[in-house]
């Protein structure tokens, strides 16, 4: 990735028919963030929010010893060293 995002921004120009989605880096106070944008059709926009439900549905896999979220690396499992909650 270039950048972790950490703000959104979302608009519509109605002369072209157009959104835009504006994608700002999370950064310090002091520091200037990147920002990238996205232009792209209603029909797009209905395509990339069908894909993003499917995604947000599906979830992450789920830890079988302490019931937590696991990200793709996997994750640190309290339970595999003794902590009970």
């Known amino acids: 990735p270039l950048f972790r995002v950490g703000n ?3 608009g519509f120009n109605e002369q072209v028919n157009r959104i835009v989605i504006v994608a700002y880096e999370l950064v310090a106070d002091e520091d200037d963030p990147n920002v990238v944008s996205f232009w792209a059709t ?5 395509i990339l929010v069908e894909h993003t439900q ?4 599906s979830g992450r896999p789920i830890c079988g010893n302490c019931g937590d979220p696991m990200d793709a690396g996997g994750h640190f499992c309290a339970h595999r060293n003794g902590y009970i909650r």
Request: aromatic share 0%; hydrophobic share 40%.
């Open 8 to 10: 959104l921004g979302l």
């Open 42 to 46: 209603p029909d797009q926009i209905k």
């Open 54 to 57: 499917g995604v947000v549905k």
